[in-house]
């Protein structure tokens, strides 16, 4: 599970509300996440 950054970036980048990422984790949401961290642990390498 991810948590919310309080800054509200990481629901930012999944155009999501903070509220949604930290509170109702559904399918989508964490699908929509992993596809996130993928995302940036590719850059990071």
Do not use: F
Not at 14 to 29: I, Q, S, Y
Not at 32 to 37: C, I, M, Y
């Amino acid at each position: 599970m991810i948590a919310a950054r309080p800054d509200g970036r990481v629901a930012a980048e999944l155009g999501r509300g903070e509220r949604d990422l930290t509170v109702t984790l559904d399918r989508g949401v964490l699908a929509d996440q992993r596809e996130l961290v993928g995302a940036v642990s590719n850059t990071e390498k």
